[in-house]
């Protein structure tokens, strides 16, 4: 009696991905940077408006102000955003093109569709994580700057502590959803490649 063959699948872990992931980036850090700048500088634009925000509300509860940030100014936060998503989508586009063969060659070792789906978008996910970060802290210097021509500094002492762990939390949850949004359609591109025309690309 002839036993059937035995089906062996490939597991790819999520700690396997982030392992990966964080090789990959170390190793094109030259690249990635392109994306953790995007990442920075759009989650900055948006806690620098909202910490100075804060400090206004403060402020007019000290000292009975009327200051206020501008609805026009949370508009350029959203464009400033959208920016960042482009960008992020852009460079991580040119990241498949550079990695075609490498790619190929996973893919050609048993490597799935969604086993590339999910290094992309591991590797977009660590980079969001410490560029909404760097984002928050570039936001909260420039805020007390800015501020500090306006309104007395004791009121940056006055603020409560919840307002800056609200905003971490807000920064990197949003520096996170950004960047895997962004990630989507170049991760999908890769996933779909297929191994031998990637194998035979040349850059």
């Not at 009696?1 to 062996?8: A, I, P, Q």
């Not at 700048?37 to 009327?66: C, N, P, R, W």
């Amino acid at each position: 009696m002839k036993r059937g063959k035995e089906v062996k699948t490939i597991k790819f872990s999520w700690a396997d991905a982030f392992r990966f992931g964080y090789d990959n980036i170390k190793r094109r850090f030259h690249r990635t940077r392109i994306v953790l700048a995007a990442v920075t500088l759009g989650i900055a634009f948006f806690s620098t408006l909202y910490f100075t925000d804060a400090f206004f509300k403060v402020y007019a509860q000290m000292e009975g102000g009327s200051l206020r940030v501008e609805n026009y100014q949370y508009w350029l936060v959203f464009v400033s955003l959208i920016v960042s998503v482009v960008s992020i989508t852009n460079s991580m586009l040119i990241a498949v093109y550079e990695r075609y063969r490498e790619i190929g060659t996973m893919k050609c070792l048993g490597a799935l569709d969604q086993h590339i789906l999910k290094l992309f978008l591991v590797e977009s996910i660590i980079l969001a994580l410490v560029g909404g970060t760097l984002g928050f802290g570039v936001g909260l210097v420039a805020s007390v700057i800015s501020c500090s021509f306006i309104i007395s500094f004791k009121v940056f002492l006055q603020a409560p502590i919840s307002v800056f762990l609200t905003l971490l939390g807000e920064a990197v949850f949003l520096s996170v959803i950004l960047s895997a949004a962004a990630t989507l359609y170049p991760a999908y591109k890769a996933a779909k490649l297929n191994p031998v025309e990637a194998l035979r690309h040349e850059i």
